[in-house]
């Protein structure tokens, strides 16, 4: 009877522990990690910074410099948790030209600077699907100068396009800009992509 009672108390010792919460500042966590804050002034959570950390799970989080990163394990490396959106554009039906960005560039040797190293993460593209292609191929490019880095080319399918798995690194002081493919489908009618950028350390 004693190793039944011994026995039960290790079971339910041990399920107590899988499932057990963490309060910080509170006696009734309501997540694995809770932390109560009180208006002391006093941050809730401070992470120092460092330099690189040794990561491989995604999830994990570091403050490295002044911003905050997240370990990707997919894309094997650390993107910062902010993401910035680079708009382009361009209005009307248009064929083989430079998509616009909010400078209203006119050509492959402008666009976005970059001011730190990053990473494109996703692009997404619209046209208006009531007249011109509604399968169109674009091109973004990573240049510095009069050298181009890498070109990434997307087609639409229903005049969007959607993608969220690119790794395409660029460089401090390159810049990003697009163009509407000649594909032989015609003219693309008043178009939009964002290309959105995570920094990279």
Do not use: C
């Not at 995604?58 to 993107?79: E, F, H, N, S």
């Amino acid at each position: 009877m004693r190793d039944i009672i011994l026995l039960l108390g290790i079971v339910f010792f041990g399920v107590n522990v899988a499932y057990s919460q963490v309060g910080i500042g509170t006696t009734n966590p309501t997540a694995e990690l809770e932390i109560a804050t009180t208006n002391t002034g006093i941050p809730a959570l401070e992470l120092n910074a460092q330099t690189t950390p040794a990561g491989t799970v995604t999830g994990q989080l570091a403050v490295i410099g002044d911003k905050l990163y997240m370990y990707d394990a997919t894309r094997v490396k650390w993107l910062s948790i902010e993401t910035t959106a680079l708009p382009f554009g361009r209005s009307g039906n248009q064929d083989n030209v430079n998509l616009r960005a909010v400078a209203n560039q006119s050509n492959n040797r402008s666009g976005y600077l970059m001011p730190y190293d990053g990473t494109i993460a996703y692009i997404t593209a619209k046209s208006n699907n009531n007249s011109g292609a509604q399968t169109k191929q674009f091109s973004v490019q990573v240049r510095n100068g009069n050298t181009t880095n890498s070109t990434t080319n997307f087609t639409t399918s229903s005049s969007e396009h959607m993608s969220t798995t690119l790794n395409v690194d660029f460089s401090s002081g390159d810049y990003i800009n697009g163009t509407i493919n000649n594909d032989g489908n015609g003219n693309v009618n008043n178009v939009s992509v964002i290309v959105w950028v995570k920094w990279r350390q």
